[in-house]
């Protein structure tokens, strides 16, 4: 008998599969699995649960925009814009969900107390989220025809 111990958990349950607005692309949890690199330690629930927030959160910042292109006869997101629409709304996608798993599993202390290290992790799984939430802005704005800069004057 032996005991081998992986970095990574291998996926153990299939992934519950999340409903979508017919209009917009079918996310498929397996392949969001792939394309956020997520391993045995994000459980099929909470890729789900992660998943149906991001839909929810993604679809309600592009009402407006499905509107518009209903109205102008446009039948699903794949047949609007440049035909890179469906692409840039899975970036999206990938983007809020991978955000959201960091947001869950960054209270997950991995580190002696009292590490001089602690604090460093702490901050750079901070700045993942950060650079999750602008990879999510810049797919929106990039699926919006928007600029990705906001300028602010102070």
Known sequence: MSFIATANPPI???????????WFPAIDAPKVREACLLD???????LAE????????VNAELRTYKADQLAQGVESLADAGDGRQAGR???????HVQ???????REIDTTPHND???????ERIEAKVDEHRR??????SDLLGRPRTTVELI
């Open 116 to 122: 001089s290290k602690t604090e460093r992790i702490r």
């Open 99 to 105: 955000a959201d798993l960091a947001e869950a599993y």
């Open 50 to 57: 992660a998943i149906a927030g991001a839909i929810d959160a």
């Open 12 to 22: 153990e349950a299939d992934d519950a599969q999340v409903e979508n607005d017919p």
């Open 89 to 95: 709304y899975l970036r999206a996608i990938h983007a």
């Open 135 to 140: 990879k999510l802005r810049w797919a929106i």
């Open 40 to 46: 045995g330690t994000v459980t099929a629930a909470r």
